[in-house]
C-alpha cells in the first residue's frame, strides 16, 4: 500500500528528517511532502516573486497567500496529514492545517509534547492519533501500511 503524507507544523527541529529517515529504515512506501521549511523563504516568498511591498502586513499577505497554495495541495493530495506543534513557538498555522485535514477528512495525526495536552485538546480530539514522539509517527505510519505490531 503506497501512501501519501504531508508533514506541516513547527519548523524549528529536525522531526520531518527523523519521521522521513525511520520510515525509509522500515522499508515503507511513503511519499512525503512538507511546506516551506526555510523560514526566511517561506516569509519572503510573495515578495520575491510579486514584488516588494513597504507595509509589512502586506508582505506578510502575500506570502501567506503563495505558501497557501503549496499547503493546500499537500493536504488535499494526502492520505495521511501530520502536524507537529512545537514547543517553543505558538503555531497558528499548524493549527489551521490540522483543521483543514480533518475538514477534509484526511487522516490526521497529531504530534506534541505532554505540556500542549490541554491546549490542543480540541485538535487532539479530531486526529486519529495523538503521538509524542516522531518514533511513534513512524510505528503508527508502519502499521497502518503493514498491520504488524512494532517489536
Wanted: glycine residues 8%.
Amino acid at each position: 500500500m503506497s501512501m501519501s503524507v504531508y508533514l506541516s507544523g513547527e519548523i524549528h527541529t529536525d522531526w520531518r528528517d527523523e519521521i522521513v529517515a525511520g520510515c525509509r529504515e522500515a522499508g515503507l512506501d511513503i511519499r512525503f511532502s512538507a511546506p516551506v521549511t526555510d523560514h526566511e523563504a517561506s516569509d519572503d516568498c510573495g515578495v520575491a516573486i510579486l514584488g516588494a511591498e513597504q507595509n509589512k502586513f502586506w508582505h506578510d499577505h502575500k506570502g501567506a497567500k503563495l505558501n497557501a497554495i503549496r499547503t493546500r495541495q499537500g493536504i488535499e493530495k494526502a492520505d495521511v496529514v501530520v502536524v507537529r506543534f512545537g514547543e517553543k513557538y505558538r503555531q497558528w498555522n499548524a493549527a489551521f492545517d490540522a483543521g483543514m485535514a480533518a475538514a477534509l477528512g484526511k487522516a490526521l495525526i497529531v504530534l506534541h509534547g505532554p505540556e500542549h495536552q490541554h491546549a490542543l485538546k480540541e485538535v487532539d480530539a479530531a486526529a486519529l492519533a495523538v503521538a509524542e514522539t516522531p518514533a511513534q509517527v513512524v510505528e503508527i505510519l508502519a502499521y497502518v501500511e503493514t498491520g504488524a505490531l512494532p517489536r
